[in-house]
């Protein structure tokens, strides 16, 4: 079945870019542009916010209230999305996930990562 | 914007009790666009239900949901130890796209 799983540096400094990377497994016989992927981020003890969305390599909707500063990008070779977050702060440290959305249907997200924690911090 | 709000903020309930959760939105929804979700500790989210009502593959079914325009609700028909966690409800809209509610904590009484 579909797995996500995300990397990243663990920890960024203020004012810096976070790189994440979201490397999708188990859609063989299909294309990771076949579907819409999410990026979510919970910071410590709160709830979930959403941070933009990916389909097709090329469309992107983006939360307003982050897209001055985040820009998502998928390698179908790879089978990857990846998120970079510009002039992060100390509110940006989060569990940051990548989501999959059901084909055709960017209503929701049925298959989630693990999820990978960074803080912000110098 | 649409806003969702979710109450209680935390429920207090015993095994084999019925849960009854609530996600107001501050303007009418589409029924084909709620969501519901359960998070235990140190997990990622699990989509239990779509679409207000239609439960996601291996859930079961004493989870429900319901509602329509602005008031939708998630029952758990009667509560397995397994169920005790923090359930957020989501919609899709227009801007931005996808919105939470801020969460309910449903805890062993």
């Known amino acids: 079945q579909v797995q996500l799983q995300e990397s990243g540096p663990g920890q960024v400094k203020p004012s810096e870019t976070l790189s994440l990377t979201c490397t999708v497994s188990g859609v063989s016989g299909d294309s990771i542009t076949n579907y819409y992927w999410s990026w979510i981020r919970q910071p410590p003890g709160k709830g979930l916010e959403w941070i933009a969305y990916?389909?097709?390599?090329?469309?992107?909707n983006y939360n307003p209230s982050l897209e001055s500063r985040v820009t998502l990008s998928m390698d179908r070779s790879k089978n990857q999305i990846s998120l970079k977050f510009r002039s992060v702060t100390a509110a940006d440290t989060a569990v940051y996930y990548c989501a999959r959305h059901p084909p055709t249907r960017p209503h929701y997200m049925d298959v989630w990562g693990k999820g990978t924690p960074v803080t912000v911090s110098s | 914007e649409i806003v969702l709000t979710q109450s209680p903020g935390t429920l207090s309930l015993s095994p084999g009790e019925r849960a009854t959760l609530s996600c107001r939105a501050s303007q009418s929804l589409s029924s084909s666009y709620l969501a519901w979700y359960q998070q235990k500790p140190g997990q990622a989210p699990r989509l239990l239900i779509y679409?207000?009502?239609t439960r996601a593959t291996g859930i079961p079914d004493r989870f429900s949901g319901s509602g329509s325009g602005t008031d939708f609700t998630l029952t758990i028909s009667r509560l397995e130890p397994e169920d005790f966690a923090v359930y957020y409800c989501?919609?899709?809209?227009?801007?931005?796209?996808?919105?939470f509610g801020q969460g309910t904590r449903l805890e062993i009484k």
């Open positions: 990916i389909y097709s390599t090329a469309s992107t």
């Open positions: 989501q919609d899709f809209g227009d801007s931005p796209r996808i919105t």
């Open positions: 679409g207000t009502s």
